[in-house]
């Protein structure tokens, strides 16, 4: 298997023709067997002014204009765990989210009615001090306040994870010595970071976020380096967790830093209808120039053997009939 590939904003679809990402039709039409076009199809994605949401906007876009649906839009949400529920209750067609947040959700691979479109990019997770609160390690956040994602967010399920493997918790740590963790939004988290009423904030998000990338030039950021957290994580709550590097002036003049990379997924339901997949899946190898965010300059994708490999989430029965007609 060859190396995950890191390419420029400019280029960085060329590497990913292999990407399945699909599209899901609403409860009301997800049965259809015909190949008629729905009239809506909805794109769970993030807090506003994160890579989620960005994406989502993109794709929505895209489905739109080649046809695949009569009107497409993008959802403001809390994050992945909300997007998997949206999705589930058939409020969105298609949802993105982490890896590990989904495969929770659709555990094993039976006849799980959550099913995935592919691997889509890879998320980084950034944990972020002010530049001049003297935090130089994670260990110094003993006792401190952290923020964690909105509630919903897929965000709060890895920082949880991290925060457990690295001996923080209140079971590891006692109260006393604990890392107390707030939901806190991307926006919101940013704001009391500023104002000194979080010490730390961690946040899962492309590179770079822009929101953050904001902060990093009024406030000035530090981003500690979470990476030797990952065989604990790993050993507690699956391989869902790789090291990854955020790139330096990525932040302001932050340097450039290992941390925990998560896969981030394409998911629909298992009901979606087989033409909207193939479409979708066809739409996205061809065009996947249109779908990149314009504030992302390092998203890293892996190579086209491991774009299916969705952590566990089964794949789409069309989509997985639509990679084999397109790669063989």
Same mark, same amino acid.
């Not at 204009?65 to 999705?87: H, K, P």
């Not at 994670?138 to 509630?151: M, S």
């Not at 190898?285 to 998203?299: C, F, I, R, W, Y």
């Given at each position: 298997?060859?190396?995950p590939l890191?390419?420029?904003?400019?280029s960085?679809?060329q590497?990913?023709?292999a990407?399945g990402l699909?599209g899901?039709l609403?409860?009301?039409?997800?049965?259809c067997?015909?190949?008629e076009r729905? $009239?809506e199809?909805?794109?769970?994605?993030?807090?506003?002014g994160?890579?989620?949401?960005?994406?989502?906007?993109?794709?929505?876009d895209?489905?739109?204009?080649e046809?695949?649906?009569?009107r497409s839009?993008a959802?403001?949400?809390?994050?992945s765990?909300?997007n998997?529920?949206?999705?589930?209750s058939?409020e969105?067609?298609l949802?993105?989210?982490l890896?590990?947040?989904?495969?929770?959700?659709?555990?094993?691979r039976?006849?799980?009615?959550?099913?995935?479109?592919?691997k889509v990019?890879?998320?980084?997770?950034h944990? !972020?001090?002010r530049?001049?609160s003297g935090?130089? &390690?994670?260990?110094?956040?003993a006792?401190? &306040?952290? %923020?964690?994602?909105?509630?919903?967010?897929?965000? &709060?399920?890895?920082?949880?994870? !991290?925060?457990?493997?690295?001996?923080?918790?209140?079971?590891?740590?006692?109260p006393?010595r604990?890392? *107390?963790q707030?939901?806190?939004?991307l926006n919101?988290?940013?704001?009391?970071?500023?104002?000194?009423? /979080?010490?730390?904030?961690i $946040?899962?998000? %492309?590179?770079p976020?822009?929101?953050?990338?904001a902060?990093?030039?009024?406030?000035?950021v530090?981003?500690?380096d979470?990476s030797?957290?990952?065989p604990?994580t790993?050993a507690?709550s699956?391989?869902f967790?790789d090291r990854?590097? !955020?790139p330096?002036n990525?932040?302001?003049n932050?340097?450039?830093?290992?941390?925990v990379?998560?896969a981030?997924l394409?998911l629909c339901?298992?009901d979606?209808?087989?033409?909207?997949?193939r479409? &979708?899946?066809?739409?996205?190898?061809e065009?996947a120039?249109?779908?990149?965010p *314009?504030s992302s300059t %390092?998203?890293?994708?892996l190579?086209?053997?491991?774009?299916?490999?969705?952590?566990?989430v089964?794949?789409h029965?069309?989509?997985?009939?639509?990679y084999?007609? /397109?790669h063989?």
């Amino acid at each position: 298997m060859s190396e995950p590939l890191k390419v420029s904003r400019r280029s960085v679809f060329q590497t990913a023709v292999a990407l399945g990402l699909g599209g899901s039709l609403l409860a009301s039409t997800a049965g259809c067997t015909t190949e008629e076009r729905p $009239q809506e199809i909805t794109v769970a994605g993030g807090e506003s002014g994160g890579f989620y949401l960005e994406f989502a906007s993109l794709l929505a876009d895209l489905l739109e204009r080649e046809g695949v649906a009569g009107r497409s839009v993008a959802l403001t949400t809390g994050g992945s765990l909300e997007n998997i529920q949206r999705v589930l209750s058939g409020e969105a067609t298609l949802a993105v989210a982490l890896a590990d947040a989904a495969a929770q959700a659709a555990p094993g691979r039976g006849e799980s009615q959550l099913v995935a479109l592919g691997k889509v990019y890879q998320n980084y997770v950034h944990c !972020i001090v002010r530049e001049d609160s003297g935090i130089r &390690t994670f260990a110094d956040l003993a006792g401190k &306040t952290a %923020g964690v994602g909105e509630v919903g967010s897929g965000t &709060t399920l890895t920082a949880g994870r !991290i925060i457990a493997a690295a001996g923080l918790s209140p079971e590891t740590a006692g109260p006393e010595r604990a890392l *107390k963790q707030a939901n806190f939004g991307l926006n919101q988290a940013l704001a009391a970071l500023r104002e000194g009423s /979080l010490d730390v904030m961690i $946040q899962s998000g %492309g590179v770079p976020t822009a929101p953050i990338a904001a902060a990093a030039q009024e406030t000035g950021v530090r981003l500690l380096d979470i990476s030797e957290f990952i065989p604990a994580t790993r050993a507690q709550s699956g391989f869902f967790y790789d090291r990854v590097l !955020i790139p330096a002036n990525s932040y302001g003049n932050a340097p450039a830093v290992w941390t925990v990379g998560v896969a981030n997924l394409l998911l629909c339901r298992r009901d979606l209808a087989d033409h909207v997949v193939r479409q &979708t899946v066809e739409l996205l190898v061809e065009q996947a120039q249109d779908l990149v965010p *314009k504030s992302s300059t %390092g998203v890293q994708f892996l190579s086209p053997e491991t774009l299916i490999n969705t952590a566990g989430v089964p794949l789409h029965p069309a989509a997985q009939a639509a990679y084999r007609a /397109l790669h063989g």
